[in-house]
């Protein structure tokens, strides 16, 4: 009952029981076999293929019928012509791949052992594992460090000469061997299908090298460094043995030509630099530069709710785990993938997974965190100026429900219910605005000031005036289908309350944010005129919030998405004049199945955080807790998708802390007494609280 611990009495079966390391740029899965270690290995700039130009050539001509279409009430139609017209040509952006694995194979006829242990130190980012074969206690560490930029194995034991094994790096897609080497017939479990080269440089490492699928992929290399005390280490093939050490440390460095241009001369020296220092520095100097972090803010709950503190522990280790000042961002599976084709690619889905993966990033106090997000968005940005020029001849930045490595802007997919959606950029610059609000850096909106404008007036040309509202056409309702009254069923529409929302989020924002910077864009006025023509959060006949202009029956009323409450949040417009028709409108949701997967139920926790319904909240956080979390912790979309583990941290945060800094304003039954320490308030204060008895007993508000 340790809420820093996560631990098991056996070696992972699968990959949803291995454990996570990572320092923004490396991440590794590590299974902890007695006879075959596994570390899956990603590196988060190893994606298929380059840039590619995919806009559709069509859609300048055809969206003026798209239009008619939908104004007519023929939306069949439309939707025949989005697919042919609007989707991306190929439709399919790039997607995440692995990097390689390293088997570790030790030099034993079986696996059988006694007092094993396997854990996951959350409060010192380290994986452990420790077992007992034969009379000598083995112990085996694992740490992704970011000062050094490696990861690190450290292999020891209770007797001297004990440490004996063999490595082997390998990329492929075939199922994993982690039996005995002696006991397998295929020998070689490295599986090196997708490798062009790999070989042993020196007598002590071993370097893969290879490139993705598809014209303009990245070079990349993984190279491993084998240090032995005592014992010897002998180069074959491949393969570096290790005999009777003992203890020994094996380094894992890894890049693509996106960040290093000279490859091999990046990976020597990330090794030889820290192969210097020797482990017992690098585990000094991880620890410190993680701690530096973690520590910044903590959570006590009475000790029935430890497991509740872990989630939010273990939703701070991912955070800084897997994105670093100078990493890509955080995708649908963080930087942790095992697949050569993972599902949904493993990209950025951002009509709302990839923004839920940053939603705790400010309260927290991890600004630097939040940056790799920013970068993306930049370089988004002259790739959504073209898409929004080539495809609907319009000003500005767009960028639709997903994106990738690339920043690519073009539709992806052609789905209906998803696909036809322009506003990923607009959410994904109201982030530049949280990011401020918490820091008060103004170099930062200044630099990011332009693309929110851009996001901004895309919109100004792409919206019609209807009914004396300004409206989208096309557009949808994140990702749901509604039913015409003659049965038609359909997902395209003209105006959706979503759209009002993040529109009316971001108009407000760049406002605010040309107050502060008074730059006189001269799109500035046009801005200001459009907000006026918003429409207001409208309820329907039965007091709900509606999800689309018209009042449309819902195909599928516990769909997943809740986008017609991105007022309540992650936006503000919803206020509490509207609270009661948002209950309502969460209550049918869930009455017909709503949260049925891992990230929908964060989303949930949130908006009945906002609320001040606590009990509720609470409620969905046990939901989550008990069916949407896999063995290792992460959360299950089906399958492993990592938004939700932010998503609950998030939700945790909103009930004990306000958005406009209101003190418990959710607390559940279960959370009569607790403090935490170090949250960060808007404006850059941080504040320290303690509550018994459900009242605040004591509170620190100090700026860092």
Known sequence: MNSNILSFAKPASDWNEALPVGNGRLGAMVFGGVATELLQLNEDSIWYGGPKDRVNPSAKEKLPLIRKAIDEGRISDAQDLCALALSGIPDTQSHYEPLCNLYILFDYDNDEVTDYSRELDIANSEVRISYNKEGVNYRRSVIASYPDKVIAVKLGSDKDGKISFRTQLARGNITWDTRSFRGQVYRNPGYNNCVDAICNPTGDTTILTGRCGGTGSLEFACEIKVIAKGGSIESLGNTLVVKNADEALILIAASSEFYEKDLKGYLNKTLSDASDKGANKIWADHITDYRTLYDRTSLTLPSSEWDVVRMFNFGKYLTISGSREGSQPLNLQGIWNKDFDPAWGSKYTININAEMNYWPCETLDLPECHLPLFDLLERMKPRGEEVAQKMYGMRGFVAHHNTDFWGDCAPQDTCLSSTYWVLGAAWLCLHVWEHYKYTGDIEFLKEHFDAMVKAAIFIVDY????????????????????????????????????????????????????????????????????????????????????????????????????????????????????FEAASKTLEYRLANGGGHTGWSRAWIINLYAAMGMGDEAYKHVRLLMEKSLLPNLFDNHPPFQIDGNF????????????RDGEELPALPKEWKDGSVTGFKLEGGAKIDLVWEDYKVVSKRIYHP
């Open 647 to 658: 998503g609950l941290v998030s939700g945790i945060v909103r009930m004990i802390l306000g």
């Open 463 to 578: 919206s019609i005036i209807d009914n004396g509202y300004l409206v989208l056409s096309p557009t949808i309702s994140p990702e749901n289908e509604y039913e015409l009254p003659n049965g038609e069923k359909g997902c395209i529409c003209k105006g959706a309350s979503m759209d009002d929302q993040i529109i009316r989020e971001l108009f407000e924002c760049v406002l605010s944010a040309e107050e502060i910077l008074k730059t006189n864009a001269p799109e500035i006025e046009e801005i200001r005129k459009s907000i006026e023509l918003i429409k207001p959060v409208t309820t329907g006949r039965d007091s709900r919030i509606l999800e689309w202009h018209e009042e449309y029956k819902e195909t599928d009323p516990g769909h997943r998405h809740i986008s017609h409450l991105f007022g309540l949040f992650p936006g503000t417009s919803i206020k509490k004049d509207l």
